[in-house]
C-alpha cells in the first residue's frame, strides 16, 4: 500500500474518530435505568470499537507514513467534531470556535504541502 493511501486512510480514521466521539456525547445525553447501562450500551461499545479500529488502522498506516504526520493529521478531528456536533446533535459554534478551526485547517494544508 501506498504512502498516499496511508495517509488518506488516516484523515478517514480521524473522521471516524470524530464519529465516535459524536456517539459517545449522544449516550451521554441519556438517562439510563442503571449506572452498567451507561457504560453497556450500543453507542458506547460501538464507538469504542470504532476507536480500536482506527488505533489498527494507524498502528498499519504509521508503517508506511512518516511520524511527523500523526500529529498534524490528528488536528483536523477538532473540525470534523465540530462539524458533526452541528449537523447531529445541534450544537451551535462560535466565530471563534469557527476561526480556530479555520486555522487548524489552514495549518495541516501549510504543513502538508
Known amino acids: 500500500?501506498?504512502?498516499?493511501?496511508?495517509?488518506?486512510?488516516?484523515?478517514?480514521?480521524?473522521?471516524?474518530?470524530?464519529?465516535?466521539?459524536?456517539?459517545?456525547?449522544?449516550?451521554?445525553?441519556?438517562?439510563?435505568?442503571?449506572?452498567?447501562?451507561?457504560?453497556?450500551?450500543?453507542?458506547?461499545?460501538?464507538?469504542y470499537a470504532v476507536f480500536f479500529g482506527v488505533l489498527l488502522l494507524n498502528t498499519y498506516a504509521f508503517t508506511k507514513v512518516d511520524m511527523k504526520y500523526g500529529a498534524v493529521i490528528d488536528t483536523v478531528s477538532y473540525a470534523f467534531v465540530m462539524i458533526l456536533s452541528r449537523a447531529v446533535l445541534g450544537e451551535k459554534f462560535s466565530k471563534g470556535k469557527l476561526l480556530g478551526n479555520l486555522l487548524i485547517l489552514a495549518g495541516v494544508f501549510v504543513y502538508m504541502l
Not at 495517509?7 to 473522521?15: C, H
Not at 449522544?26 to 453507542?43: F, G, K, M, T, W
Open 1 to 47: 500500500m501506498s504512502a498516499e493511501l496511508c495517509l488518506a486512510l488516516m484523515f478517514a480514521g480521524t473522521f471516524f474518530t470524530a464519529v465516535s466521539q459524536v456517539l459517545l456525547k449522544q449516550s451521554a445525553d441519556r438517562h439510563y435505568s442503571s449506572p452498567l447501562r451507561e457504560y453497556l450500551n450500543v453507542r458506547v461499545l460501538l464507538a
